[in-house]
Each structure stands twice: as structure tokens, then as C-alpha cells.
């Protein structure tokens, strides 16, 4: 049952118009506006959630970038290339700066 809300008159609840004063029962499109704010919620979500996808991808590709680029470590002591992130020589156990 709807309630007109000019008059106030009790309407079927498949009723779009007041069979009272005519007053438009505004169910139906605020249900449609309802459905089109949550849909816009949801879709100002996904971006966010994409954007968030999108940043965290290019921070690991960056740091993996870094990595490549990062020049290899090097004992002094006994002249063997290290791994760029060794913090000791894996020969002499020397500790690498
Ligand atoms: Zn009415
Ligand atoms: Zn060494």
C-alpha cells in the first residue's frame, strides 16, 4: 500500500499516479535513482580499486627496475661479484657496504 504524499490517500502499491489528486507516487524512480547511486558507487569503487592496482603494479615494476639497474656488489678483498642486495661476500664473509 502506498501513501499519497500530497493528500494522503491509500494507493495500490503497483499505483504510479494518486487515483485521488493524481500526484505522481514517486516510487518508481527513486527506486531507479536508488539503483543508479549504488551503481555509480560501485563504479567510483572499481576505479578507485583499479587505481590502487594500478600504482601498486607500477611501485613493483619500479622497484624490479631499480633492482636490474642497481649495480652488482663487489669483495675487495678477494675479487668476486656479489649479488646486488649481498650484505657479505659469500667467499671470504667479508661484510660488503
Ligand atoms: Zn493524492
Ligand atoms: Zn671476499
Known amino acids: 500500500m502506498d501513501y499519497c504524499q500530497k493528500c494522503g490517500n491509500k494507493n495500490d502499491e503497483d499505483a504510479k ?3 485521488k489528486c493524481g500526484n505522481y507516487l514517486n516510487k518508481p524512480s527513486s527506486f531507479e535513482k ?12 572499481a ?8 600504482k601498486r603494479a607500477k ?3 619500479q622497484t624490479d627496475e631499480e633492482k636490474a639497474q642497481s649495480t652488482p656488489k663487489h669483495c675487495s678483498d678477494c675479487d668476486v661479484d656479489l649479488d646486488y642486495d649481498a650484505k657479505f661476500c659469500l667467499k671470504c664473509g667479508k661484510e660488503i657496504e
Open 34 to 45: 536508488n539503483i543508479e547511486e549504488a551503481a555509480e558507487e560501485l563504479g567510483r569503487k
Open 59 to 61: 611501485e613493483l615494476t
Open 17 to 19: 499516479y494518486c487515483n
Open 47 to 54: 576505479e578507485e580499486f583499479g587505481k590502487r592496482i594500478e
